[in-house]
Structure formats: structure tokens, C-alpha cells
């Protein structure tokens, strides 16, 4: 190996309203939410840190290059659904409508999936 390994500490996700938009993921996934100075926020306390920073131009133009893909048990996968729902996700029956997972999109438009196979 050419240099030392490298280590993920975070996802970063671009966004108009970093609180609100931290807020939807916090209740989804659970952790603590933090602001941080400039407006920014930061939920710790998940398997993957996540990171939401305002950004000028938060418009977001065709389907995203890179997602979250969220277990659920095959047994909880609509009551699963059916709270991604109730706390802002829209379905995105547009990207994929099929049988495996279910693709959404948070508050913002950005989507994740909701997968039930084994991870």
C-alpha cells in the first residue's frame, strides 16, 4: 500500500436547511444532532457520522450519485416505509419501482433506500 489507509468519518450531504434537514435523518436514524457555527449541523451516534452543510445553490439537478442504503427486517419493511413517510420521505417510485428495496427521497430530494435483504 502506497500511504496510510484511509478512514470514512463522515457523509456529507449539501443542503438549504442543515437543522431541518438534520432533524429528519436524526429522527429516522436516531443520535444526537448538534449545530455547529456557520449554520452547519452534525448528527453523531449512527453507524456513519453524517454531516449537513448549507450550500448557496442546494438545487438539486437529476438522480444523486451517492446514497444511504438503511436496513429494515424483511417482517418491518412497510411499517419501515410507512415511517420514512410520516416524517417527511416521498417515495421515488420514479428512480426504481420493483420488489428489492424501496427508494425514497428526504425532505431535501435527496434519495436513500430502504433495503430488506441481509446487508
Not at 450550500?55 to 415511517?83: C, M, S, W
Request: charged fraction near 25%.
Amino acid at each position: 500500500m502506497d500511504g496510510p489507509a484511509l478512514r470514512l468519518v463522515a457523509v456529507a450531504i449539501d443542503c438549504a436547511d442543515p437543522m431541518t434537514l438534520g432533524r429528519f435523518w436524526q429522527q429516522l436514524l436516531g443520535g444526537d444532532l448538534t449545530e455547529c457555527d456557520g449554520g452547519d449541523a452534525e448528527l453523531r451516534g449512527g453507524a456513519v457520522p453524517l454531516d449537513f452543510q448549507r450550500v448557496p445553490d442546494p438545487a438539486k439537478h437529476g438522480k444523486n450519485r451517492l446514497h444511504l442504503d438503511l436496513f429494515v427486517p424483511p417482517t418491518d419493511r412497510q411499517a419501515g416505509i410507512d415511517r420514512a413517510l410520516r416524517l417527511g420521505a416521498s417515495k421515488a417510485d420514479d428512480v426504481y419501482d420493483g420488489g428489492h428495496w424501496q427508494v425514497l427521497r428526504d425532505p431535501e430530494g435527496n434519495e436513500f433506500c430502504l433495503v430488506w435483504e441481509s446487508p
